[in-house]
């Protein structure tokens, strides 16, 4: 596959190929969470759990919005700019951090929580850089981050001594990250065995567009090479 050197060395920031559609795209991730939190508490039958199902579309939605805000501020003070997809990623970071206990917090809580998710993503992105990851769209520090920072977040801000502690969900984050690398790596390494995944060099370079449809997917671009 191509790598920097090939293309010069250093790091080379994919931009993104239409800013509204990258915003309407989060914003619909953004409402779409509140189902998907929402509708993990499971009823809406008693009062009860109608207050869980509120409690936990607040919190979500505070989180999300505790994300934007702390990277909107970086960013504008460190960079005098706001580059809208940093905080769109910071508003998904706060999401997923959330994600593992919205029922769980009272109302100010998920401030925080969101807000630690943002500074991960923004700490996240340059350091998967240096490690020479390929993470165009900084999924790594909005899921893989923020995954275990939420896990964590319950063990620390609902911990109830019982079935609820933070070893326990440190034990968690081991478990299920160990289950899942190894697993994703073994059918991951069969499948390249049988059908390789990664496109050769020239397509690459051609654009996967043009080899796989036989059209530019973005003609009005003009190629760098």
Same mark, same amino acid.
């Given at each position: ?59 979500? +939605? ?17 960079? +005098? ?27 100010? !809580? ?35 981050? +923020?995954?275990?920072?939420? !896990? ?74």
């Amino acid at each position: 596959g191509i790598n920097a050197e090939d293309m010069g060395g250093g790091e080379r920031v994919i931009p993104a190929s239409n800013i509204p559609l990258v915003t309407l795209g989060a914003f619909l991730l953004w409402i779409g969470w509140f189902g998907f939190n929402g509708g993990s508490v499971g009823s809406i039958a008693s009062k009860e759990s109608a207050d869980a199902v509120a409690l936990t579309i607040m919190n979500t +939605n505070t989180a999300g919005l505790a994300g934007a805000i702390l990277v909107g501020l970086y960013m504008h003070f460190r960079y +005098n700019r706001l580059d809208i997809t940093m905080v769109l990623n910071g508003a998904l970071g706060g999401l997923v951090a959330i994600t593992a206990g919205p029922d769980l917090y009272n109302i100010y !809580t998920p401030i925080l929580i969101g807000a630690i998710g943002g500074v991960l993503v923004i700490f996240g992105v340059s350091f998967f850089d240096k490690l020479r990851l390929d993470d165009p769209v900084g999924a790594l520090s909005v899921h893989l981050l +923020n995954g275990i920072w939420g !896990t964590i977040a319950v063990g620390i801000f609902a911990s109830n001594g019982d079935d609820i502690t933070l070893l326990g969900q440190l034990k968690g984050v081991a478990v299920v990250g160990t289950f899942a690398f190894v697993s994703s790596f073994v059918i991951l390494f069969i499948i390249n065995k049988i059908v390789p995944l990664r496109a050769e060099k020239d397509e690459e370079m051609q654009g996967l567009d043009v080899e796989e449809c036989g059209l530019e997917a973005y003609p009005e671009f003009k190629r760098a090479y």
